[in-house]
């Protein structure tokens, strides 16, 4: 198992892209926390993801925008289960809105939630890594890290800035054999894509169906959505790569939608 007894913490990981990972970590031996701002939600995950795996899972409340929250829970983990391996900063929301009409609040909280989550939950969690001489930290960017779409302006930034932040963590944390990376998924569908569907038929004038058909779709290769099994596997690969051979690095795993 490549994961066996890693201690791998997963941020919103109650549900989505999040509980995809957390599941093909366990599945890999893995002792996995799942971190979320929902904490009974993370409870039954943790309760379902444990039930005959190889691995182990324990919940921890988390507001990835709240400092004392990030240092209480990555704390938490390292009193129950001694280390912390493997971050995936994972939280994230969408709002969607023509530039003009974004509200700052709502640009802030964004920001908050995808760089801020990011930057916070990789300090609490670097000390502990460099101690131990190794870790992983692995964040879910998006197509959007490489491409702009319209109404997404804050996401857009947000994604683009995690290449950046997990770029300086390759680089800072490559003496202390810890690594970082992106991933960069398309569309997957999940209840944050399901809620931008009617958003953008709204704002772009167009059916729920062109929506899904022409612009979540209309550049992949298949006209496929990208599956939560499809990201969980990129994350797996990022984890249990033990060399500096790949940090630094993004994937995009989008079914040709955007290709590099």
């Known amino acids: 198992m490549k994961l066996k007894d890693k201690v791998c913490i997963v941020t919103g990981a109650a549900s989505g892209i999040g509980y995809g990972i957390a599941k093909r970590y366990i599945s890999e031996g893995a002792k996995v ?13 943790a309760d379902e993801l444990a039930k005959g795996a190889p691995g182990a899972a324990m919940a921890v409340a988390m507001d990835v925008t709240s400092e004392d929250q990030v240092n209480a829970g990555v704390a938490e983990v390292v009193k129950a289960w001694g280390r912390v391996d493997v971050l995936v900063s994972n939280a994230g929301i969408q709002i969607v809105n023509p530039l003009e009409e974004y509200a700052f609040s709502d640009w802030k909280k964004m920001l908050a939630i995808h760089l801020d989550g990011a930057f916070l939950t990789s300090k609490a969690c670097l000390p502990h890594m460099y101690a131990q001489g190794g870790g992983a930290i692995i964040f879910t960017g998006s197509v959007h890290s490489k491409e ?6 804050a996401y857009v930034t947000a994604k683009h800035g995690l290449l950046g932040l997990a770029r300086v963590i390759a680089k800072e944390g490559a003496a202390h054999g810890v690594r970082a990376n992106v991933i960069c998924p398309g569309f997957v569908r999940t209840p944050l894509v399901d809620k931008q569907i009617p958003e953008q038929a709204k704002e772009l004038g167009i059916s729920e169906q062109e929506v899904v058909k022409k612009v979540m779709l209309g550049q ?13 596997e990129v994350a797996l690969l990022f984890a249990g790569f ?3 051979a790949l940090t630094g690095q993004s994937l995009v795993v989008s079914h040709g939608w955007y290709m590099e």
């Open 33 to 45: 926390v799942i971190a979320d701002l929902a904490v009974d939600k993370a409870q039954q995950a």
């Open 148 to 153: 702009a779409s319209p109404l997404k302006s």
């Open 220 to 232: 992949t290769v298949d006209g496929e959505f990208t599956t939560i099994e499809d990201v969980a």
């Open 242 to 244: 033990e060399t500096n």
